[in-house]
């Protein structure tokens, strides 16, 4: 029920997940997140790393704003207008991938409201304990956040 069988609808989820793989993803995920969680990530250099880490946080800030804008403005509490869709699942567990870092999104309200009604849903705390666990592994780690 959550891919719409109706064509036009289901071409805005897969708009809206296709927004947050090829934009969103990877400026926020590869370019600020994973450079200071992952080793394999990390650039070569502290110079090379400090800049990266810059260049992901400007990038996911205007993404960000998309998001909360554009996507979620005129009051929508989901990604799709009304109804919960594949992509709110799959756009929430892309955002949450900041949280290791610590990544909250107050200056994002229209994202961080989105967010909190996503993480309300039966079997979000279930199904992301592991992500739980591994930030409460990182909890006194500094890290670079938005």
């Not at 289901?10 to 590869?30: C, L, S």
């Not at 990038?59 to 594949?86: F, M, Q």
């Not at 756009?91 to 909250?104: F, N």
Request: hydrophobic share 35%; with cysteine; aromatic share 16%.
């Amino acid at each position: 029920p959550t891919y719409p069988k109706d064509l036009k609808k289901r071409a805005k989820v897969n708009e809206v997940m296709d927004w947050f793989n090829t934009g969103f993803y990877r400026d926020f995920g590869y370019g600020f997140v994973y450079p200071q969680l992952f080793p394999h990530h990390k650039r070569p250099t502290d110079e090379a790393q400090a800049a990266t880490i810059a260049w992901g946080r400007e990038r996911a800030r205007k993404w960000l704003g998309i998001l909360n804008d554009h996507w979620l403005g005129n009051d929508n509490p989901y990604l799709v207008r009304d109804d919960l869709t594949i992509a709110d699942y799959f756009g929430a567990a892309l955002l949450t991938c900041g949280e290791p870092i610590r990544v909250e999104f107050t200056d994002y309200p229209n994202v961080q409201s989105w967010l909190g009604r996503v993480k309300e849903l039966p079997n979000w705390e279930k199904v992301n304990q592991p992500l739980a666990a591994f930030r409460e592994a990182l909890k006194d780690k500094p890290f670079e956040t938005l």
